[in-house]
C-alpha cells in the first residue's frame, strides 16, 4: 500500500466502514465505566503477535473509554461517522501503523487522541483457531506502540486500582480481593474456602434455606427479589431435573462489580454455585459470562477445573454423594441477555429474547425444566450466611435492606471503583468514601442504577442507599451504579446515548419496545436540536405518552425501564425547561 494513500481521507473512510456492522453492534467493555466499544477491526500485524501469541497473527483492537471521556467527542471531526455516535479512537491509527509500520502522522494524530482522552482502555484479540483475548485498560501511546512492537501489558494491571478497599478484613466480598493468588486453590483453603460447601453438606438443602431466609437477602441484580423464596420455590418442584444459572452477563452501562468478584474470588463463586445448586436439587449450573470479559471467562474455567480436579465439582462432591456440576457459557455481546429468560434461549441456542411469564423460571425455565438465577453478587454472600448464620447476616444494613452492597463508582469521583459498603450508608458518605468530586466542584446530578435506572439531584445527596429509601424517594438502587456528573457535564448529551443505547439494545420482540425506544430518541434529537414538533412540552408529553407504553406493554425489563432515567431527567432535574417537571 503506497504512503500517499495512509494520508487520503478516502482511506480513513474505508477503514472505518468496512467494520460498520461491528461498530454498530459494540457493546460495553470491560473497562472501569462500562464505556461503549467505539470501534474495531482485524488487521494483519507484519510484526508478529505480542509476546505469547501467535506470530503474523491477526489483531483487533477495539477501543473503548473507562471514565467520563468516552463521552466527550474527540478530533478530527472529519472522521465521524454513523451519525456522529461512534468516533474515531487510536484503532484507526494503529490499523494504519500495524499496515506499513507508524508514520509520523499516524503516530501524532494518535498522541493528540490519546491526549484528548487520556482514560481509553481496549479488548485486544488475536484470530486463530484459539483466539486469545487480553484487556488492556488505561491505554496510552506508548502502550500502544509497546503493542505493535510485540510487548504486551500485564492482563490485569490496572484492574487492582478498581478495588479501593481491596484486602479490607472487616468485609464480607472484597477481603479476599488482592490478599490471594486468584489462581491458587491452595491459598482459597488457607483463606477459609470451601469450609462453607462442608458445613452446607452437613446442614442439608432445607436447613440452608432457612437460613438463606432468614438472612433476608435478596437478588443484587437489581429486582431485589427475596432469594430464600426463589430457592424453595425450585427445591418444592417434582420435575426433575433441576438448574442453577448464575447470571454473570453484566451488561448494565456503568457496572463493573461482578467482573472484579469473577476475575479476583473466582473459587467462591464455584463454591457459592456449588452450595446453591445443592439447597435447590440442581446437579448441573451454568455460568454465563460476557464475551467482553476474557480474564473473567479464564479465571472461572480454571477455577471450575480446579475444583473439579478436587473432587469439590462432580459426581461426589466432597465424598457426600451429591452430584453438581458447573459449565460456562459465554454470551455474545447482547444487554437483553442478562434478562433472565432470555438467558435460556441464548444456553439453548436460541435468539436472546425474554419469554412471556407464566410460566416462572421456577417452574419451567431453562430447557422447560425448573430454574433457579442467580447474580453474581447474590451467590458471593452465600458462604457467609451458611458460616455465619442468618440471623448474623440479617444484623448487618438498615432494616429490610441486610448485609452489604457493592456498588460501582465512576464519572465525576476522584477514586471510581467498587465499593462494599453496608445497606444504610448515605449517597453522600459513599461518594466521600471514593475521594468525593475532584477540584470540589458542584455535582450536578447522579445516576444511580445505570442507564435502567434514574437520576438524583446534586441537592439529593443525603438519599439513604437501601431499598426502602430509594422506593419512597422514587429512584432505585439497580445493580449498583453510582455515576457522578459535576457541573461540567452535558446531561442532555447523557439522556440522548442513553436513549440511542436502548434503541440498539431492544430485540425487538415486542413492538411497544421495538417501536417506543425509536419514537423515544427521535423526540430527543429534535428537542435537543430545536427542531420540535410543536413545543417543547408538546414533545415532553409525547415522550410520556411513549414511556408510559413502554412500561405497560413491554415483555421485559428492557422495555419496561427505558424511560426511566429520561423521565427523571425531565421531572427531577427540570432538564428541558423549569416547566417540563411541573407536568401531571
Known amino acids: 500500500m503506497h504512503d500517499s494513500l495512509l494520508r487520503d481521507v478516502a482511506f480513513w473512510r474505508f477503514l472505518l466502514n468496512i ?25 494483519r500485524n507484519p510484526r508478529g503477535g505480542p509476546d505469547g501469541l501467535p506470530k503474523e497473527c491477526c489483531l483487533r483492537l477495539s477501543l473503548c473509554c473507562d471514565r467520563e471521556g468516552c463521552r466527550k467527542r474527540l478530533t478530527p471531526p472529519s472522521v465521524r461517522f454513523l451519525g456522529a455516535k461512534v468516533y474515531l479512537l487510536p484503532v484507526i491509527f494503529l490499523a494504519a501503523a500495524m499496515r506499513q509500520g507508524p508514520s509520523p502522522r499516524a503516530m501524532h494524530e494518535l ?14 484479540t488475536a484470530a486463530g483457531p484459539e483466539p486469545v483475548e487480553r484487556q488492556i485498560g488505561h491505554l496510552t501511546a506508548t502502550i500502544a506502540r509497546s503493542i505493535l512492537d510485540g510487548v504486551l501489558p500485564a492482563q490485569d494491571a490496572a484492574a487492582d486500582a478498581l478495588v479501593p478497599q481491596r484486602g479490607d478484613p472487616s468485609l464480607r466480598l472484597l477481603r479476599r480481593v488482592g490478599t490471594i493468588d486468584p489462581t491458587s486453590l491452595a491459598d482459597y483453603r488457607a483463606s477459609n474456602g470451601y469450609a462453607a460447601l462442608a458445613r452446607a453438606l452437613e446442614m442439608g438443602g432445607e436447613a440452608v434455606i432457612r437460613e438463606v431466609d432468614e438472612s433476608g437477602l435478596v437478588g443484587r441484580g437489581g429486582a431485589a427479589f ?8 425450585v427445591r418444592s418442584q417434582a420435575a426433575e431435573p433441576h438448574y442453577l444459572v448464575c447470571n454473570a452477563d453484566e451488561s448494565e ?18 463454591e457459592a454455585m456449588t452450595i446453591a445448586g445443592i439447597a435447590t436439587g440442581c446437579e448441573k449450573g451454568f455460568l454465563y459470562v460476557r464475551a467482553e470479559y476474557p480474564l473473567a471467562n479464564e479465571r472461572m474455567q480454571h477455577a471450575i477445573d480446579s475444583a473439579r ?9 466432597l465424598g457426600s454423594g451429591t452430584a453438581f456440576d458447573i459449565e460456562i457459557r459465554r454470551g455474545g455481546g447482547a444487554y437483553i441477555c442478562g434478562e433472565e429468560t432470555a438467558i435460556f434461549n441464548s444456553i439453548e441456542g436460541y435468539r436472546g429474547e425474554p419469554r412471556n411469564k407464566p410460566p416462572f423460571p421456577a417452574q419451567a425455565g431453562l430447557f422447560g425444566k425448573p430454574t433457579v438465577v442467580n447474580n453474581v453478587e447474590t451467590l458471593a454472600n452465600i458462604p457467609a450466611i451458611v458460616l455465619e448464620g442468618g440471623a448474623a447476616f440479617a444484623r448487618g444494613g438498615n432494616g429490610q435492606s441486610t448485609g452489604t452492597r457493592l456498588f460501582c463508582l465512576s464519572g465525576a ?3 471510581p471503583g467498587v465499593y462494599e459498603i453496608p445497606f444504610g450508608t448515605t449517597l453522600r458518605g459513599l461518594i466521600s468514601l471514593a475521594g468525593g468530586v475532584p477540584d470540589d466542584r458542584p455535582l450536578q446530578a447522579v445516576l444511580l442504577g445505570g442507564a435502567a435506572g434514574t437520576f438524583v439531584r446534586g441537592d439529593e445527596l443525603d438519599l439513604v442507599l437501601s431499598h426502602e429509601a430509594v422506593r419512597e424517594a422514587g429512584t432505585t438502587l439497580g445493580s449498583g451504579v453510582v455515576l457522578a456528573f459535576d457541573d461540567r457535564a452535558d446531561l442532555r448529551d447523557v439522556v440522548l446515548r442513553i436513549a440511542a443505547f436502548f434503541r440498539d439494545e431492544s430485540c425487538g420482540q415486542c413492538v411497544p419496545c421495538r417501536v417506543g425506544t425509536v419514537r423515544q430518541e427521535e423526540a430527543l434529537h429534535r428537542i435537543s436540536s430545536g427542531r420540535t414538533i410543536g413545543t417543547v412540552l408538546d414533545e415532553l408529553a409525547l415522550l410520556d405518552e411513549v414511556g408510559a407504553s413502554m412500561k405497560d406493554g413491554s415483555i421485559c425489563g428492557l422495555g419496561q425501564t427505558a424511560y426511566s432515567a429520561i423521565e427523571s431527567a425531565v421531572r427531577r432535574l427540570h432538564l428541558y425547561g423549569p416547566s417540563s417537571g411541573a407536568r401531571a
Do not use: Q
Request: aromatic residues 10%; positive net charge; glycine residues 12%.
Open 19 to 43: 467494520d460498520r456492522e461491528f461498530a454498530k453492534n459494540a457493546r460495553e467493555d470491560g473497562c472501569s465505566c462500562g464505556g461503549h466499544l467505539h470501534a474495531g477491526n482485524y488487521f
Open 111 to 124: 498522541s493528540a487522541l490519546f491526549s484528548a482522552d487520556p482514560t481509553v482502555g481496549a479488548l485486544l
Open 226 to 233: 427475596p432469594t430464600g423464596r426463589k430457592w424453595r420455590a
Open 253 to 270: 452501562p456503568g457496572t463493573f462489580k461482578d467482573r472484579m468478584l469473577l476475575t479476583h474470588d473466582p473459587f467462591a463463586i464455584v
Open 309 to 317: 480436579t478436587a473432587g469439590l465439582l462432580g459426581p461426589d462432591v
Open 413 to 415: 469521583v476522584r477514586n
